[in-house]
Each structure stands twice: as structure tokens, then as C-alpha cells.
């Protein structure tokens, strides 16, 4: 069969049109591609011929880095938002071994501007293995005007050599507070190993005491960045992008500053401690324990020799007493003992009891401090004059076991929760305690010594404080706290803090307001154990006390003051005022200061007075030891 002619066109026809298609096709891609080779060829012209030299200069001679930004560290402040701490710049001097080469001759000429042998500045790079070449490496820390513009002047004699604007802590007043603010140190690496410090590297300083440690997370900020260009000097050429380091927020503390610097000023010269308490929130006023150490010398990097001088000081600078010193409470642990009598029914309001000076107990005489006896004694008259012979019957009435307890009611033998790192338990002992320790069975004669507070009673300042609180506010037991608030820099409030009950007195408030009014005779009253004082325009309420170092069994005859210093008994006072509405509770101890009402007794008084009155914290102040007006008992 043969085709027809119009199908043969038609087969023809198509053909045709797809040849002339995929010829397109193929131009198309051929001018494509010739038109993308001609755009390389002019980039490439541009590059190699136009620009080349720019570009050959930057390829030899400049490079990409990253700088690290540190944060601003968070403020101090106390509780009037004085400031206490802060920061301030200081300029630290460092070299980037990359950049530096030859080294010798760069640290050869760097000794000349930083007057140090470059032995030792090449000793201290190779302490630094294992860093990057990159990476600057700090030489000289806070160095001085003078030096900063002969390096700058000579920089480009001293490649790879730079010196950085960097902030550095400053505590405002030497040595202020310094046990309860704390102080910064280069992070360890085990700090680095630990996890605890995401955001740290080598070198970085972190708290290591006190507040700045406590709140370390929220006073170190954030670290940013910067990419820089730099040149073959290691001289920054140009900065590519910044990512802004993200300050730390503020603190505010409980305590007032000018009752802080005047509790200081106070102790200067002896071994104690001191602790004021808001009696209604437990908001610490003051916690100050001497001697102190100056919190700058350790921003800088302390050096082997000031640290050595630190830790074998005898007198323990380093020892936040306030809250770690335990010491027999002496007769300020009465307080304890008189509600205890009350409330368990060994005594009340009508109780009289006997003082001929001793009171006989098995085969041993307990002596009371005023050696001819207090005659005819009720608790009002017990607690104002301290006399030991009361105290030691309602301690046999009562038993060491219930003693105890209400001690332990009271805040005694545990920590208060201060957020402070190391707070000491303290220690009141019971029948199994003495036997699980010791293996000795309890002896009843030594219930008559724990009534006095001394035998095995151990108790810190801030216990002490917050029992004193305690009393004056009622009965109510709150945690003591350091922090007020956490603030932003614009000053918008993130963490305020709230006052926090951890228990009430196990005590009636007749019971409590018995005891009351014989804590307002110790001052007040005409035979108090610190009518020394009292103030004419200020109700203060106290107890003194007296915690002996060693027994005195053998020689009881001899004066406290012909005993060697280191056997001398501590001194004690605890107290609050205004007695009737009460807005502070201090506790004093003074190490070896023999009597509570000629050694603690006048620094309390002058603390209180102080905070009542408002005196001005440049104030000239002078420890004041005023001897009491009749025998120092209690």
C-alpha cells in the first residue's frame, strides 16, 4: 500500500520543526554559559588586576579573630542602696604569641615599659601551655597610667603586645564587711572541670566568700564578643560585628552600712564578733567579725607570701566568727533556762530560791560569781542580777533531756539557714549524746553547769542574735537573711525577699513577758549586770554573759585578769531595743574579754545607739570599754 502524499509532508514537516528546537536549546545553553564565563572573567580581572595589590596586602598581613567582651559585675549595695561594692577600670597589659614573633626581643623591650626582668615574663608564658597562639595572654594586671602610654607609644616597637581596658572589682571600704560580702578569685580548674561555671574560661574571676559567691550566678552577667580584622602586629585594623556582654544584676543586702562600719570601728584591736537582727523580719543589720582581711588584694591574684600570712595569723582573719565561732553562751543561756522553768512548772512568778554565794551539790560546791550570795532570789531578780545558785536548781529541777529540748526550740545546736557557706552547728549536748561521744554515763552535777551555759554548750553569735530576735519580737523565730533584693541595672526588681518564720517559742507570753522585764532590769534595774549601760533616751533589754575557757576548780581564788589572755573567759551580751517595740537584737562575743558588762555590753550599747539614732557614717568612733559600775557577773 502505498502512503499518501500529504503524510510524507507531514512526517517531513515535524522533523524539521525538531531540529530547529533542539538547535535552540543549544544556543541557548552555549550563550549562557559564555555570558557566565565573561562575568568570571571580569571578576577576575577585577580582583587580580584592578584590586590585586589591595587584596594581597590584607591576604599577607591581616586576619579574622574573635575577642571575647567580659561582662560588668554586678553592684553591692546595702540595704539604703549605699553602694558597696563596685567596679572600676584597670588596665591589664597581655600578648598574643601569633603576633609577637621574634618573642625575645618583643619581651626584652616589654620589660623596660613594665620594669619587670622578661625571665620572668617568659616564665610566666610558659605556665600558660595548652592556650592558642591566638589568644592573648595576660601578663600584668591594673598597671599604671605611665606605663599604659609608653607601651602605646611604643607599640609598634612591640608587636603582638596590646593593653586592654578591663573592669576590676573594687571594695569601697577596706575591709567592710569583708566576711559577709566576700571576695573574687581567678576560677581553679576544677571549678572549670565541675560544671558549675558554664560560661567561665581560664583566667576569669569568680566569688569565692561570702555574697559573691552566694549569688554568683546572678551577679556575673553575661560574656559577649566582637570579630575583629587585626594586621600582622596584632593591631586591630577594623571591627567586623559586636555582640553586646549582657551585665550582671544588682544585689542588695540586708545590712545598713553605717551600723556595719560602726560594729567595725567598735571590735578594732580585739577577737570577736557582732550580729544585729531586725527582730520583726530576721533582715541582718550588721554581722561583723574582727579581725578582717582586705577583701582587694585578692582581685589582683594574692601572692604566696600574703597568703601565708593570712592562714597562720593566730587570731584567724580569714574566720567569719559570726557565724562560725562557737563558744560556751555563759549566762545569756539563763534566758533559755528561766522559760524552761516556767513553762515545764519547776518554778513560777512566786518562786524564791536561796543565794548564800555556793550551792552544794553531791560531793562539790558550785559557786555563784558574787561570792556573797544574792540572799532571797524570784526570776525577775535572777535574770537582772545573773545569780548562778537560782539557775542551778531549775537546771537540776529540770534535767539536762529537757534542756535540751527547749535549746534546741530556741535555734541552739543547728545552723539558721544564714545563706552563708560554713555556718557551725553549735552544739547542745543530751544524756545520749554524752554517752554515745564519750562511752561516760551523764552525771547529774554537770546539768547544774549546762543551766549556766558552760560545760559542753556551744553557741555562735548569729544563734545567739536570732534568739535575742525571738524574745523581743514575741516568740517568732525567723531565718536570718543577707539578701534584700536582686535588681537589673534599670533598677526593676527580680528577687525580693521575704521574711521566713521557721518556728515559735515553745513558751506561754506571761512566761515570755516575765523574762522580759527581767532583761530590761539587767540594764535598767539598780543591781542589772550592765547598768553601765544603759542610755537615758533608749530602752535597751540584755543579758551579759561570761563563757569560761577552762575549768577553775583548782584555782578559783586566782583573778580572771592574772590569767594568761588565751584562759581568760570570752565576754557576752545579747540585747534589743527599743524594749518596748524592739527594731534591733544584737549579740556580741568578744574572745578572752572576761566579763560581758565591761567588754560586750558597751559595744552592743553603742550599736544600738548608733542605728537608733542615726549617726553619721563618717563619724569618728573608738571602741568604747566601759567598766560596769558593780562586779561583772553573768
Known amino acids: 500500500m502505498v502512503p499518501h502524499r500529504s503524510q510524507t ?8 520543526a525538531d531540529t530547529d528546537w ?6 541557548g545553553v552555549i550563550v549562557c554559559a559564555l ?8 571578576r577576575l580581572i577585577v580582583l587580580q588586576v584592578i584590586m590585586g595589590d589591595e587584596y594581597r596586602h590584607l591576604s599577607l598581613n591581616n586576619s579574622i579573630r574573635l575577642q571575647s567582651i567580659d561582662p560588668p559585675r554586678g553592684r553591692l549595695y546595702d540595704r539604703n542602696g549605699d553602694l558597696l561594692v563596685d567596679n572600676r577600670p584597670s588596665f591589664d597589659v597581655n600578648i598574643t604569641l601569633k603576633d609577637a614573633a621574634p618573642l625575645d626581643p618583643t619581651l626584652d623591650k616589654l620589660a623596660l615599659h613594665l620594669k619587670t626582668p622578661a625571665d620572668t615574663l617568659l616564665s610566666q608564658i610558659k605556665q600558660t601551655r595548652g592556650v592558642s597562639a591566638y589568644s592573648p595572654l595576660l601578663l600584668q594586671q591594673d598597671v599604671g597610667r605611665d606605663t599604659l602610654a609608653s607601651i602605646e607609644v611604643n607599640k609598634f616597637d612591640l608587636p603582638g603586645v596590646s593593653v586592654n581596658v578591663n573592669l576590676r572589682r573594687h571594695y569601697i571600704r577596706e575591709r567592710q564587711a569583708a566576711h559577709l560580702i566576700g571576695y573574687l578569685s581567678e576560677i581553679s580548674p576544677a571549678e572549670l572541670k565541675s560544671g558549675s561555671y558554664p560560661d567561665c574560661r581560664s583566667g576569669d574571676l ?3 566568700f561570702g555574697a559573691e559567691k552566694v549569688y554568683e550566678n546572678s551577679l556575673r552577667g553575661k560574656r559577649g564578643g566582637r570579630q575583629v580584622e587585626v594586621n600582622a602586629n596584632g593591631l586591630v585594623v577594623r571591627i567586623l560585628k559586636t555582640v553586646a556582654a549582657e551585665p550582671g544584676h544588682n544585689v542588695y543586702l540586708t545590712i545598713d552600712q553605717n551600723l556595719q562600719h560602726r560594729a567595725e570601728a567598735l571590735l578594732e584591736g580585739v577577737v570577736g564578733a557582732a550580729v544585729a537582727v531586725e527582730p520583726a523580719t530576721g533582715k541582718i543589720l550588721t554581722l561583723a567579725s574582727s579581725p578582717a582581711f582586705d577583701q582587694n588584694s585578692f582581685v589582683g ?3 604566696r607570701e600574703q597568703w601565708k600570712s593570712l592562714i597562720s595569723n593566730p587570731f584567724r582573719p580569714m574566720s567569719n566568727r559570726a557565724i562560725q565561732g562557737e563558744y560556751p553562751p555563759g549566762s545569756t543561756y539563763k534566758i533559755i533556762t528561766a522559760l524552761a522553768g516556767l513553762q515545764e512548772g519547776v518554778i513560777d512568778d512566786k518562786t524564791v530560791l536561796h543565794c548564800p554565794g555556793h550551792y552544794r551539790f553531791g560531793n562539790r560546791i558550785y559557786r555563784c560569781w558574787k561570792r556573797g550570795g544574792h540572799g532571797k532570789v524570784d526570776i525577775i531578780k535572777a535574770v537582772e542580777e545573773s545569780c548562778d545558785v537560782f539557775f542551778y536548781q531549775v537546771g537540776q529541777r529540770l534535767g539536762v533531756d529537757r534542756l535540751a529540748w527547749y535549746a534546741k526550740a530556741f535555734g541552739l545546736g543547728s545552723p539558721t539557714g544564714v545563706h552563708l557557706d560554713h555556718e557551725a552547728h553549735g552544739l547542745i549536748p543530751t544524756a545520749a549524746w554524752k554517752k554515745r561521744r564519750t562511752g561516760v ?3 547529774k552535777g554537770e546539768t547544774l553547769s549546762i543551766a549556766i551555759g558552760q560545760g559542753f554548750n556551744l553557741a555562735t553569735p548569729i544563734q545567739m542574735a536570732v534568739l535575742a530576735a525571738a524574745v523581743a519580737n514575741g516568740g517568732h523565730r525567723y531565718r536570718p537573711l543577707i539578701l534584700d533584693n536582686i ?4 533598677g526593676q526588681s527580680l528577687q525580693k525577699n521575704e521574711p521566713k518564720l521557721i518556728g515559735k517559742l515553745p513558751v506561754s507570753p506571761a512566761h515570755l513577758e516575765l523574762v522580759k522585764l527581767g532583761l530590761w532590769k539587767v540594764v535598767n534595774g539598780e543591781n542589772g549586770t550592765a547598768r553601765g549601760s544603759r542610755l537615758a533616751d533608749i530602752d535597751i533589754s540584755g543579758k551579759t554573759g561570761t563563757s569560761q575557757v577552762i575549768s577553775r576548780k583548782q584555782d578559783e581564788s586566782m583573778a580572771e585578769e592574772d590569767l594568761p589572755v588565751h584562759l581568760r573567759s570570752h565576754a557576752w551580751f545579747v540585747a534589743y531595743a527599743p524594749s518596748e517595740k524592739p527594731t534591733i537584737a544584737v549579740a556580741v562575743v568578744i574572745e578572752h574579754g572576761e566579763h560581758g558588762s565591761g567588754a560586750a555590753a558597751p559595744i552592743a550599747k553603742e550599736m544600738i545607739k548608733a542605728f537608733l539614732r542615726k549617726t553619721p557614717v563618717n563619724a569618728q568612733v573608738a571602741a568604747q570599754k566601759e567598766s560596769a559600775d558593780t562586779a561583772n557577773g553573768g
Open 9 to 16: 509532508l507531514m512526517d517531513k514537516y515535524l522533523k524539521t
Open 22 to 27: 533542539y538547535k535552540q536549546r543549544i544556543t
Open 35 to 42: 555570558a557566565a564565563f565573561v562575568v568570571l572573567l571580569i
Open 206 to 208: 569568680i566569688g569565692k
Open 301 to 303: 591574684g594574692i601572692t
Open 441 to 443: 554515763p551523764w552525771q
Open 487 to 490: 535588681k537589673l541595672v534599670d
